[in-house]
T-cell receptor, first 111, second 117 residues
């Protein structure tokens, strides 16, 4: 499984756009990139998943360059409720192995 | 949707007793479920992979006789912590792999807080 590297923490203010970048230099051809959000004492919540280029849904966008060695989760106009830990995971979701969690990025949104 | 539930959400037990945690996929079938453990301020650590109708696969360092996993149906996996001790106190989270789409995605339950006294 490809190892991922994310910033340990980030600070932002309400209304700003937040971009969290994840490095995954050893990503394999069959690997997808998945981002999860976790609040204290809750299970991780699926945010977005992609393979290449750009993916957008109602809560976030995911940008993946052509070499796929990194990805950026973009949260538009964050609010206080977006304060959480964000995990970037890379794995062959078509296989049978579980996703392995790294340390994640702790996002703190200030008023 | 893809909803995964866990029961109970929290449990307190005495040292030496056994505790069973249920994980259910409510609106999809899951041939594969996973069990994670999370200690305070740490990331999730994979304990085992639960496959419907077959034995679970445990990660290195996880005692299979202590953490019994049963995946008897396509919507239910159970984790039983046997002879629990205070060091087993943790947040246990299950996930289920939703199949049937081009890319399979793991969906997580809300977690179960276990406190062993």
């Amino acid at each position: 499984l490809a190892k991922t590297t994310q910033p340990i923490s980030m600070d932002s203010y309400e209304g700003q756009e937040v971009n969290i970048t994840c490095s995954h230099n050893n990503i394999a051809t069959n690997d997808y990139i998945t981002w999860y959000q976790q609040f204290p004492s809750q299970g991780p919540r699926f945010i977005i998943q992609g393979y290449k280029t750009k993916v957008t849904n109602e809560v976030a966008s995911l940008f993946i360059p052509a070499d796929r060695k990194s990805s950026t989760l973009s949260l538009p106009r964050v609010s206080l409720s977006d304060t959480a830990v964000y995990y970037c995971l890379v794995g062959d979701t078509g296989g049978r192995r579980a996703l392995t969690f790294g340390s994640g990025t702790r996002l703190q949104v200030q008023p | 949707g893809a909803v995964v539930s866990q029961h109970p959400s929290w449990v307190i037990c005495k040292s030496g007793t056994s505790v069973k945690i249920e994980c259910r996929s409510l609106d999809f079938q899951a041939t594969t479920m996973f069990w994670y453990r999370q200690f305070p301020k740490q990331s999730l650590m994979l304990m085992a992979t639960s496959n419907e109708g077959s034995k679970a696969t445990y990660e290195q360092g996880v005692e299979k006789d202590k953490f019994l996993i049963n995946h008897a149906s396509l919507t239910l996996s159970t984790l039983t912590v046997t002879s629990a001790h205070p060091e087993d106190s943790s947040f246990y989270i299950c996930s289920a792999r939703k199949t049937g789409t081009r890319q399979e995605t793991q969906y997580f339950g809300p977690g179960t807080r276990l406190l062993v006294l």
